[in-house]
T-cell receptor, first 113, second 113 residues
Framework: QQQVKQSPQSLIVQKGGISIINCAYENTAFDYFPWYQQFPGKGPALLIAIRPDVSEKKEGRFTISFNKSAKQFSLHIMDSQPGDSATYFCAASRENYGQNFVFGPGTRLSVLP | NAGVTQTPKFQVLKTGQSMTLQCAQD?????MSWYRQDPGMGLRLIHYSVGAGITDQGEVPNGYNVSRSTTEDFPLRLLSAAPSQTSVYFCASSSGLDYYEQYFGPGTRLTVT
């Protein structure tokens, strides 16, 4: 019940294209769903996050879509750029368990120039 | 602010040796945690702390000890290193205000031979 599944494992997109990464969870008690971006040799950095009271959140070229009934959420990167090439992790957490994040296995995104 | 700092960046240990990974933050954050990152498995929580003097176990605590004597520091101790502990270790911190947003350190790459 604690698992967060993530797909695809790797993704190659042309510059200007749309990158889509999907995640699914089982525990309905999760109430916070962040996406982290990690560049080689660096720690993960928070990219964007959503709570289940909204179905979509957009920040610049990054959008999270959330489907509570399906227990799925996805990250869309519009107009993908070579600088977006990184590993992306979805995660989930519960209120009052602020440090107990469960992470997906990650998606390595390569954006070709 | 330096943010979250970790030392050392790299470490090689022999099986059975012990060592301490250091983590410090200068943001006066109450919450601190340790994760390990292994290929294809995302980040897994080892131990976490919700304030000085308070620690708790995460998903994979065996073989590791922590203590939190100050708000700033949260060291991770490997008691008797094993090859299975070869990994990249990340420390993270977050404030009590919006405690979901975690700030990660740059990581320590540990190899146990």
């Amino acid at each position: 019940q604690q698992q967060v599944k993530q797909s695809p494992q790797s993704l190659i997109v042309q510059k200007g294209g749309i990158s889509i990464i999907n995640c699914a969870y089982e525990n309905t008690a999760f109430d916070y769903f962040p996406w982290y971006q990690q560049f080689p040799g660096k720690g993960p950095a928070l990219l964007i996050a959503i709570r289940p009271d909204v179905s979509e959140k957009k920040e610049g070229r990054f959008t999270i879509s959330f489907n509570k009934s399906a227990k799925q959420f996805s990250l869309h990167i519009m107009d993908s750029q070579p600088g977006d090439s990184a590993t992306y992790f979805c995660a989930a957490s519960r209120e009052n368990y602020g440090q107990n994040f469960v992470f997906g296995p990650g998606t390595r995104l390569s954006v070709l120039p | 602010n330096a943010g979250v700092t970790q030392t050392p960046k790299f470490q090689v240990l022999k099986t059975g040796q012990s060592m301490t990974l250091q983590c410090a933050q200068d943001m006066n954050h109450e919450y601190m945690s340790w994760y390990r990152q292994d290929p294809g498995m995302g980040l897994r929580l080892i131990h976490y702390s919700v304030g000085a003097g308070i620690t708790d176990q995460g998903e994979v605590p065996n073989g590791y000890n922590v203590s939190r004597s100050t708000t700033e520091d949260f060291p991770l101790r490997l008691l008797s290193a094993a090859p299975s502990q070869t990994s990249v270790y990340f420390c993270a911190s977050s404030s009590g205000l919006d405690y979901y947003e975690q700030y990660f350190g740059p990581g320590t790459r540990l190899t146990v031979t």
